[in-house]
């Protein structure tokens, strides 16, 4: 079990590993390229202004650096030391640290739990050495750590001397040493600056929270790029997604593992435990975590948000050179959710000015072949689209030609920004068609994100202007939601089904729970003999539906125990009968705490509705499509738990079937505020009571004004 330090972080221990004044480089070797040689030399060629410290067994020195025999020898009280010793040799290593108080190691060794149960109980040994030690320990199995603007550098990979890049600093972490790697040269080629960089491998102790944690308050710190195959904490992790939003910091995070294949590969790759990556995703959305499915939005998305402080919440305008393209850019656009808001009037009169009288004044622009004879179209063009108050940022894409013609239209677009304020991509297709070197340096140099794919350019902006609405619907939130706690808790007494032992209740007592809540249900009693049905029908009115109730009866209709539509007292008599001998038979093992006896609901639109409490990640909730619906097609939405009445609305809307909620061939439209009230009732609930493990309605049925529970499955927990 990892044991994130976290919580004691602000006594030191990260800050010995992140920023060291003294390092010990232990089982180094003279040998050019090897492990310890390059750590080495990482150290030397950053600049690192602190005590170096040479571990050898077989060297008195290298390089002219004195070489102690063992850790032992070692000054008392090192920041941190880098065991480039194999596996077999890392316990002993961790446990002389601990003897010489060092502050932090990195272990690069792999064969732990990654490889099999020896090789975890191996890691556990050096988690519960390290965590009984105050010893800081990142690793086993990674590359270890690059801390730029603190000149430190803990890794054996080989590293060029840092060279500083534009626009805000970008800090790594990923589990993974290659993904670390990919990364830093992604990012450096371009041109882009960065914070610190760690791979944090099979995370025995240290966990990508904790350096989360250190990024959020790293001053030189303003995009965290994530690549994580598990997250081990997840509340913590949620709470820190939090802190990081608060403070206008992105998290662009990517974590394989939706598929099964996937899941197996975290395991045998860091002994990762997989976790709910739905729940995952839909809770750290709230938090306005940006998560992307593919390295290059990963890559590009951390690019935009790093050269633009702020991020986009209007729709991008497009320009290009190419009529093709617009086609393509409006598709694309529709796909990826990017808006293409219309052009203004001021804005569409200005480039009517520009352009020749056929081109087509509408977003996407294209300035036609005319740029071919005057670039400075398309700068003036950019100029007239970024004034455009509707747009909120700029996507070009040009065919960008021979040398000669290209460089005049890098030149004309950088002619045409005045300012930053909003976010501006230029792309350049063609692919890996050969363009001057020039070409991207002069749009960098300006501050504006290149790239040679417009579809990377279009996915990154989508990314990044998801971002800038999150941020405002996460601040309207703070300032004007207030949840719905004044709901009844606790739920009824326990004749109504108060929550007791554990386990499944019967629906009868999930409806006392959810008409508590101000959730409507069919009026109807529960009971226990012939007569006492009878007596409610006249008392509710005909027709009545009667269901059969008892907590292991989850679906009662496969055992028979629904009868609907029963129009009088002798088909009730019957339908009670012929439920009782339909349980008898199908389920003999369940003893019926009654029946349900309810009036028969008018028909409407069929919706499911659910809280629930997934193990690691907390309270969420479920909407979709109810009935059959559900399972057929799996129309469903995750929200957290949290979300406010806009959200809901909102999510309902990015339903495949949100037109039948809209109304459909003749239907009328549902009442969307009803569900939202019932969303946010549950919501209340799940969060307020950490027994409920789960309650869901399904189906809700939705009327155009109103909406009913009629069948509640919740199950509870201790």
């Known amino acids: 079990m990892n044991a994130s330090v976290s919580d004691e972080a602000s006594s030191g221990l990260l800050t010995r590993l992140l920023r060291p004044r003294s390092v010990a480089v232990v089982g180094i070797s003279p040998e050019p390229g090897s492990i310890g040689a390059n750590a080495l030399a990482n150290l030397v060629g950053i600049g690192f202004a ?27 009280g090192v920041d941190a030391a880098v065991l480039a010793v194999p596996s077999q040799a890392t316990v002993e290593a961790v446990k002389a640290c601990v003897r010489r108080r060092i502050g932090a190691a990195i272990v690069f060794a792999a064969g732990f739990a990654e490889m099999d149960d020896a090789g975890r109980a191996e890691q556990e040994t050096l988690a519960k050495l390290a965590r009984e030690g105050g010893l800081a320990l990142c690793g086993p199995n990674c590359i270890g750590l690059v801390n730029v603007p603190d000149k430190v550098a803990l890794t054996f990979e080989p590293l060029a001397p840092p060279v500083a890049g534009k626009g805000g600093a970008i800090g790594v972490v990923t589990q993974s040493g290659a993904m670390c790697s990919t990364l830093r040269l992604a990012l450096l080629a371009k041109e882009l600056s960065l914070s610190c960089l760690v791979s944090t491998g099979n995370e025995a102790q240290l966990t990508t929270e904790d350096f989360l944690a250190f990024l959020i308050d790293d001053d030189s710190t303003q995009v965290i790029v994530l690549f994580m195959e598990q997250v081990r904490h997840p509340q913590l992790f949620l709470s820190l997604a939090s802190r990081a939003r608060a403070r206008n910091k992105p998290i662009v995070l990517m974590h394989p593992g939706r598929s099964v294949r996937a899941q197996s590969s975290a395991r045998t790759h860091t002994g990762a435990m997989t976790d709910n990556h739905a729940v995952m995703s839909a809770l750290l959305k709230r938090e306005a975590a940006v998560l992307v499915e593919t390295l290059d939005e990963l890559i590009d998305t951390a690019e935009i948000l790093a050269r633009f402080a702020k991020p986009p919440e209007k729709g991008a305008a497009v320009l290009t050179n190419s009529g093709a393209f617009k086609g393509y850019a409006l598709d694309l656009a529709e796909t990826i959710g990017l808006e293409l808001p ?17 081109a087509a004044i509408e977003n996407p622009v294209d300035v036609t072949a005319q740029s071919i004879r005057d670039a400075t179209i398309l700068g003036r063009t950019a100029a007239q689209l970024l004034a455009d108050p509707a747009m909120g940022s700029l996507v070009v894409s040009i065919v960008a030609g021979a040398p000669r013609f290209a460089m005049d239209k890098a030149n004309a677009i950088v002619g045409g920004i005045a300012d930053l304020e909003k976010p501006i991509a230029v792309a350049a297709m063609g692919d890996e068609t050969p363009l001057p070197a020039e070409f991207p340096a002069a749009l960098r140099d300006k501050g504006l994100a290149f790239f040679r794919s417009p579809d990377r350019a279009l996915r990154a902006m989508a990314r ?3 971002y800038g609405r999150a941020l405002t619907a996460a601040q309207r939130r703070a300032r004007t939601v207030t949840l719905p706690h004044t709901l009844p808790f606790p739920p009824p007494h326990a004749a109504e089904g108060k929550v007791g032992a554990a386990g499944s209740l019967a629906e009868y007592r999930g409806k006392a729970f959810v008409s508590a809540l101000g959730i409507p249900i069919p009026a109807g009693e529960l009971a226990r003999n012939p007569g006492e049905a009878l007596n409610i029908a006249r008392r509710i009115g005909f027709p009545v539906v009667v269901k059969a109730q008892a907590a292991a009866l989850a679906h009662k209709s496969d055992a028979g125990g629904v009868v609907l539509n029963i129009a009088g007292e002798a088909a009730l008599a019957q339908a009670w009968d012929s439920i009782a001998a339909n349980i008898k038979k199908t389920r003999p093992d ?22 629930h409490r997934e193990r690691t990640w907390g309270p969420y909730l479920t909407v979709g499509l109810g009935g059959i619906w559900i399972e057929a097609l799996g129309d469903v939405r995750l929200l957290a738990a949290d979300l406010d009445r806009d959200g809901i609305v909102g999510e309902l809307q990015k339903l495949k079937g949100a037109a039948l909620l809209r109304g459909h061939r003749g239907m009328p439209g549902s009442d969307l505020d009803a569900i939202a009230d019932c969303v946010l009732r549950l919501g209340a609930l799940v969060r307020a009571d950490p027994r409920i493990a789960e309650i869901e309605i399904n189906p809700l049925v939705v009327y155009p004004k109103g909406a009913l529970a009629l069948d509640v499955l919740m199950h509870v927990e201790e």
């Open 50 to 76: 602190g005590d170096i410290h040479l571990v050898s067994r077989s060297n008195r020195e290298i390089g002219g650096r004195r070489c102690f025999a063992s850790i032992d020898e070692l000054p008392e």
């Open 342 to 358: 219309a052009l203004s009037t001021e804005s569409a009169d200005g480039i009517k000015k520009i352009l020749p009288a056929f």
């Open 464 to 466: 990044a202007t998801w």
């Open 590 to 611: 369940v003893t019926l705490d009654g029946m349900l006896v309810e009036t028969m609901a008018a028909p409407g639109l069929e919706l499911v509705v659910g809280a």
